[in-house]
């Protein structure tokens, strides 16, 4: 259906075959024997070269074909006679769709900084860079999807709105039809939430763990991939307001299943971005490789691919948090008192920490467990020292963390007692506890973010040029 895309031409036998493209164009160049249109139509990286002989359109036809303007091309599929390219079209006629005024059209074909496309992020999908990106991601959201759906885990759609605030993953946005001119008081003069459009307080999701959770105790396996919101105020090149997240859910899985599970997960996905985005990834490789050219040599990066083949074929080192702290309190930044944050037994790790473990000290991701209970949520379970929780956190090298998760607390009154504890009203999350009153069983989970995912694959600096539209402080143009 539909026209054929560049991509599927580029790969025909050339034996004079009429074609139409239809594209964008990337560049137009004129010589004194030929004139050249490289159409893209972000099917694949790769441009088709059109050719047309001077004199045979119009000058003035010709002044509209410039760069960014969109056409439907009628030609012959011939093979290419200069170098680069395998078929090209010798063209029969040209229509221009759309013009793009040179003047004002933003994507000339030149270099521009990130930052200037994040400003044009209506555009920037038409440049290599950013088509790449989006074909990778949209490839590994398909390979998370066949990869649980072939392990028989269930799709479960956990809702994006939610009343409880018990997660506290992080703040919340929130949801209201209230008129903030004039906002509903209860007689204490607080504002009265039963005139709200649910009745009570709701906010955007943080995390669809909780209902995951409740899934998992009915079809064993399940996962959830969608969008969640938080209000967090970071400015960091790791966090987003809007991200999307992955997380399963099993019954039956302790924490070592479920470091299993992560790791397999995670090494399956890039598996399937290193067969499926060949040229796309060597695209992002070169690119980095000419950001580096510029960089002193002990700041250069390792080439991509080779930095997700080894993440694909080496074991994920596995080691407690009470284990992480001793190595850090032996390090040398540590001796020699460098790193900005004190080290001790209790501390929640700061990016520091985690980086030295991934990057100087292992030199591979990490899964980190067993952290203590005071600094993890209210959910996990409990070790039998009663100090620490199986938790466990995944560590990937230039990210941090990448995937937070646990065995989750499946014990009623030890469960009731972290909630008293942590001081969230029981009654706000009822259906949630009962899930450990009627049949409970030991269940585990965890979240990706699938930026972070996204973010390691392509190679990129920052997890704004990784969604088509990032939402951040002060940013929700688009
Ligand atoms: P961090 O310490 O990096 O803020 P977190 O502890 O808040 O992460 P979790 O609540 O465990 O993260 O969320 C699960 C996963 O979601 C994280 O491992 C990370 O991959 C991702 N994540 C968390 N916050 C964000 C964010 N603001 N933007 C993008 N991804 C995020
Ligand atoms: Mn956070």
């Known amino acids: 259906m539909g026209p054929l895309q560049i991509k599927e031409l580029l790969q025909q036998t050339p034996d004079g075959q009429s074609v139409t493209l239809k594209g964008w164009v ?3 160049r004129e010589s004194k024997n030929a004139i050249f249109i490289a159409l893209n139509d972000g099917s ?17 036809l010709l002044l509209t074909v410039t760069t960014g303007s969109c056409l439907k091309i009628t030609g012959q599929l011939v093979a290419s006679q200069g170098s680069g390219q395998a078929v090209e079209v010798k063209i029969d006629d040209i229509f221009v769709y759309g013009t793009a005024d040179v003047d004002s059209y933003p994507l000339q074909p030149k270099r521009h900084s990130l930052e200037f496309l994040r400003e044009i992020a209506h555009l920037r999908p038409r440049t290599n860079t950013f088509s790449a990106i989006l074909r990778i991601r949209h490839a590994l959201a398909f390979a998370v999807h066949k990869y649980y759906n072939d392990r028989g885990f269930f799709y479960l759609h956990t809702p994006i709105i939610t009343a409880s605030d018990a997660e506290g993953a992080g703040e919340m946005f929130r949801v209201t039809t209230l008129d903030l001119e004039k906002l509903p008081r209860t007689d204490e003069g607080a504002i009265n939430f039963k005139e ?12 669809g763990q909780l209902e995951g959770e409740l899934g998992a105790m009915a079809l064993s396996k399940i996962y959830t991939f969608g969008p969640t919101f938080r209000a967090e105020n970071s400015n960091t090149t790791r966090h987003l307001a809007e991200f999307w997240m992955i997380e399963p859910e099993m019954a039956f899985f302790e924490l070592e299943d479920n470091m299993d599970l992560a790791e397999d997960f995670i090494k399956t996905v890039i598996t399937y971005a290193l067969e499926n985005c060949k040229d796309d990834l060597a695209f992002l490789e070169n690119r980095l490789a000419e950001e580096d050219k510029n960089k002193p040599q002990n700041e250069r990066s390792i080439p991509l691919l080779e930095k997700l083949n080894f993440v694909v074929e ?3 080192e ?13 390090s040398k930044p540590h001796k020699e008192k460098k790193f900005q944050y004190p080290v001790g037994w209790g501390i929640d790790l700061s990016s520091e920490h985690e980086r030295y473990l991934v990057e100087k000290h292992f030199k591979k991701p990490v899964i980190l467990t067993n952290y203590p209970r005071e600094i993890k949520s209210f959910y996990m379970k409990l070790d039998d020292d009663g100090k620490t929780v199986r938790a466990m956190d995944v560590l990937f090298p230039g990210i941090g ?3 937070g998760g646990s065995q989750r607390e ?13 001081g969230i009203d029981p009654e706000t999350i009822w259906w949630y506890l009962e899930t450990r009153k009627f049949g409970t069983a030991p269940h585990s989970g965890f979240g990706l973010g699938f930026e972070r ?5 392509t190679g990129m600096g920052n997890i704004r040029d990784v969604i088509p539209f990032p939402r951040y402080p002060k940013s929700a143009e688009f």
């Open 196 to 207: 709200d459009f649910f009745g009570r307080e709701a906010n955007l999701t943080v995390s």
């Open 401 to 403: 963390e990448i995937i």
């Open 453 to 457: 995912l996204v973010l390691f694959v």
């Open 314 to 316: 080496n074991a994920f």
């Open 410 to 422: 499946d014990n009623y009154e030890k469960l009731l007692e972290r909630v008293h504890e942590v």
């Open 26 to 28: 990337r560049t137009k």
């Open 318 to 330: 596995r080691l407690t948090y009470t284990e992480a702290i001793d190595i850090l309190l032996k």
């Open 44 to 60: 694949t990286i790769h441009n088709i070269q059109a050719v047309a002989a001077p004199g045979q359109f119009s000058a003035e």
